[in-house]
Each structure stands twice: as C-alpha cells, then as structure tokens.
C-alpha cells in the first residue's frame, strides 16, 4: 500500500468515526439541551439588559455563561454510552480491538469542538449586547470547569452505564461542588472558581497563583477521569 493510499485509508476512517460521533452526539435530546442553553442564556442576558440597576462585567459573564455550557456538554457525554447500546453498536465497538477507544475519544474531542463553537457564539453575543469581555481569555476559563464536568459524566456513564443514572449523579455532584464553591469562593479548591472576580483584599498577584493551582488541578483531574472511564470499557462483559 502506497503513503498515498494509506492516507485516504486513514481519511476514510477519520469520517466514518466522526460520522457515527456526530450521529450519537445529536442523537434524541441533545437539541433540548442546547435550546434550554440558548434559552436560558438570552433570558439572563434580557435580564441584565433591561435592569437599571444592573452593571456588569467579565466576572457576571463568567457566570452568565458557564449554565449553558454545562447544558450542552452533559448530555452528549452522560448518554452516549447509552446511545451506543440503544443503536446496537456495542458489540460491533468492543468487537474491533482498539478501535473503540479511537471512536470515544474522538467522540469526546468532537463534543470539546461543539462546545466551544457554541461558547463563541454566545461570548461573541455577551460582549455585544452587555459588557465588552476578553473573548479568548473567557473562553478559555470557561473551558475548565465544563471540560472536567464532561469528563466526569462519561466515567460516571462507563459504571452505571445507564443515561439517566448518569444523569442523576452529575446533578447530585454538581449541586454539592456549587454549594461548595460558596465557603471555598477564594480557593484553588473551588471547582466554580470566578478567575474575574477578584477579591478586593487581596493582590492580583496572589490571585493568578490562586487561579493557575485551580486550572492545573481541574485539567489532570479531567484528564485522570477520561482514562477511568476508558479503562472501565475494557470490561466488556458489563456493557454486552
């Protein structure tokens, strides 16, 4: 086989794993989730436009944002495992040594890829319609804490292996790391952690070192939680 034909080989693949992603991503109810995304959104957004009172900045932004980008990313990465047992491709992936792993991974990177694209449009809109924001600066803070979310559901989803008990359990986690963030407001430890809000007793300084140990922290562990739940599809004999 010549390079050139190993190439198109290699192309050919990459279509059919991102074919089948795309199909299971926006499969059933995505669409729900990403309408009550946009929905929710330019209800805020309405809100804060209309308010006299209101003034807001990148750190109102921040949290008017980071809703919606949990709505997209939590059902794609809560129910796809759940869709590939619905569509009967279960057995045909774990049948394909390794090539199951390349399509959840990809699936797992195309998800990242929506996310984002959805993220810019409504950055691009809160930096029109309320407060000029550092559009990259925002995206990229946002991306943490929706990233280990979504990272966190589909280990949840290789164990439960059920959608909505997936589905349960991230709620659950998410409700108790937003109650947390309240007394951890000021620590690294803070899952929710606003890196625009910046507290007014303490120097800029010491509140980017704050910020840096929270998005290391929130990147290996989003990391750690892709290879557990990629570890948990090794076991076969639970998902067939």
Known sequence: MTRRERLANAA???????????KIIFANRFAYFMLAAFLFFLGVAAIIFFSSESDPGPASVYYL????????????TAFGIQNDVDARMIETLFGIPDYRYKVWLARVALIWVIVFAILVVLTVLSSLILV????????YQLMFPIFFIGSLAF??????????????????????????????SKSKWNLFLNPF????????SIWA????????????????????????????????
Do not use: C, H
């Open 12 to 22: 050919g693949v990459a279509r059919k794993v991102s074919a089948y992603n795309l």
């Open 197 to 204: 809000a910046i507290p007014t007793d303490m120097s800029e």
């Open 65 to 76: 944002l980071i809703l919606p980008g949990l709505l997209v990313i939590f059902y794609p």
């Open 155 to 184: 280990m949840f989803s290789t164990v439960v292996r059920s959608g909505n008990g997936t589905a349960v359990i991230i709620v659950v986690t998410g409700m108790g790391f937003w109650l947390a963030s309240v007394p951890l």
């Open 132 to 139: 000029r924001v550092p559009i990259l600066r925002m995206l």
């Open 209 to 240: 070192g704050i910020v840096f140990d929270n998005r290391v922290m929130i990147a290996v562990a989003s990391v750690l939680a892709i290879l557990a739940g990629l570890y948990n599809l090794q076991k076969r004999e639970k998902f067939i």
